[in-house]
């Protein structure tokens, strides 16, 4: 697959990665947890479950995506780490939402699967180098990333979720 040069890379990546702004991405990835949980820890599985609006996510949905979504992060940083320009696979997530029944997940288990998934990704995201940041692998819808991108990608998804959860939680309170 050839290069893209840097203009190519998708709005969704930019934007993504715009909202971590001037925040440090190990840091937005090691308070996410806590942060959810905050906000989610006490509320009983109904509010978990009630949707945002019509054909909209619950926080239960949302923590599910979380839970999946840190597997395949952690395998992409892993592979990354490993091997020179490392295939990346997308997915689509709308496909993972109906196929794992997310709107039926157990939402606290989908959390602490989450946390533990998340802490020992930290254990790795810690011990990079300025030289494996560079490390490309080629994502197979956006083409070569580095691993400072894919990190940048995750830490703003998190920031993309969080705001998710504030306006779920605004709209079932």
Do not use: C, K
């Not at 009630?50 to 597997?71: K, Y």
């Not at 395949?72 to 490392?86: C, K, P, S, V, Y």
């Not at 288990?109 to 560079?134: K, M, Q, Y």
Request: aromatic share 8%.
């Amino acid at each position: 697959m050839p290069d893209h040069p840097p203009s190519s890379t998708s709005a969704y990546v930019q934007e993504t990665i715009a909202l971590l702004g001037t925040q440090d991405p190990v840091a937005v990835l090691a308070e996410t947890p806590d942060w959810i949980l905050g906000r989610v820890g006490d509320l009983d599985d109904e509010l978990l479950r009630r949707p945002e609006g019509p054909e909209r996510w619950s926080l239960a949905q949302v923590l599910a995506h979380l839970a999946d979504t840190e597997i395949a992060f952690g395998w992409r940083m892993r592979i990354t780490l490993t091997q020179d320009r490392a295939p990346l696979h997308g997915f689509d997530e709308g496909a993972w939402v109906t196929r794992f029944a997310y709107a039926d997940a157990d939402a606290m288990d989908a959390f602490r699967t989450f946390a533990a998934l998340r802490h020992w990704n930290l254990r790795v995201w810690r011990s990079t180098t300025p030289d494996d940041i560079e490390r490309l692998a080629v994502h197979s819808e956006r083409g070569p990333e580095s691993l400072g991108t894919i990190r940048g990608m995750i830490a703003g998804h998190d920031l993309r979720h969080r705001r998710q959860i504030d306006r779920i939680l605004a709209s079932i309170a």
